[in-house]
């Protein structure tokens, strides 16, 4: 069993957090809001840490899952930051959805003080991260991220290494661009189905096995249905990454008219007050306008 510190206990990190507890790594966790670690401890077992860099210390492994690209810097840079406490040698794995370019930044900054970094982003919401089957797509050096796939596995179902620094989050981009499209079908085709007067649960029980199944169908057709928008990936978390790929596609030539569309409809969302909901609430735009 491995040393490990885990920065960051939001919906997902929470739970990942707890998986490498209980295959019984020895895990220190921080939390910006120091209430959310003593929850954890109190909760798993463990040490809760005042600092990123006291987290890392004696660390062979600092996972971190946190808010963007300024949080990220915040907890690996700085006098306090998980860098200054890690020792040569140690593997940074961040699970943080970012922009490949603060993953070159930090990659770069990382090997200079002989650490590691691996870019691991993960797919499969909280349910994934609360059930531990979570798709895990990484980038970084091929050694390191062979070392931290075992301790990976307590959270991952399918861990992936696609390239150099970067290809993690390069793919998942890939990732939200595909769902973005999906779920935006998704919901015209059930308010589509409720304006025709049919069952909107009756017709997906028919469809879905189909070629328009999928995960959001299987997952997401009933609670939209319901109008019950609290069960997954925040509205205000996908703009985050959606304007990641798209700032991305703006540098390497990429089109995404269906993306910045579909970006544009989740702000809509947002300023009806659902920036809180999870993703599936695009059909609640399409309800409340006619």
């Not at 959805?97 to 909280?126: N, W």
Request: net charge negative; hydrophobic share 45%; with cysteine.
């Amino acid at each position: 069993m491995a040393k490990l510190a885990f920065l960051g206990l939001g919906v997902m990190g929470y739970p990942m957090a707890g998986h490498l507890r209980a295959e019984g790594h020895e895990v220190t966790v921080y939390n910006r809001t120091a209430a959310k670690a003593a929850a954890w401890v109190e909760a798993h077992g463990g040490t809760a840490a005042a600092t990123p860099r006291e987290a890392a210390e004696g660390a062979e492994f600092v996972m971190a899952c946190v808010g963007n690209d300024d949080d990220l810097r915040a907890v690996c840079l700085g006098p306090e930051g998980a860098f200054a406490g890690m020792d040569k040698g140690a593997i940074f794995v961040d699970h943080t959805t970012v922009s490949a370019a603060v993953t070159g930044e930090l990659y770069a900054a990382a090997r200079e003080i002989g650490v590691s970094f691996v870019d691991a982003p993960v797919s499969g919401g909280q349910a994934g991260a609360e059930n531990g089957v979570l798709s895990i797509m990484c980038g970084g050096d091929k050694a390191a991220f062979e070392a931290a796939e075992p301790v990976m596995a307590a959270y991952g179902r399918s861990i992936k290494r696609l390239g150099e620094s970067g290809a993690g989050q390069l793919t998942k981009m890939v990732n939200q661009i595909c769902i973005a499209g999906l779920v935006q079908g998704l919901a015209e085709g059930l308010h589509f189905a409720q304006k025709a007067g049919l069952d909107g649960k009756a017709v997906v029980d028919v469809i879905k096995g189909g070629a328009a199944g999928s995960w959001q169908m299987e997952n997401r057709h009933g609670t939209m249905l319901d109008d019950e928008f609290d069960h997954g990936f925040a509205v205000d978390w996908m703009r985050k990454d959606l304007g990641i790929c798209l700032s991305t596609a703006d540098e390497n030539g990429a089109s995404l008219p269906v993306t910045a569309l579909v970006d544009q409809f989740y702000k809509d969302v947002q300023k009806m007050g659902g920036g809180r909901w999870d993703t599936s609430s695009l059909i609640k735009r399409l309800t409340t306008m006619g």
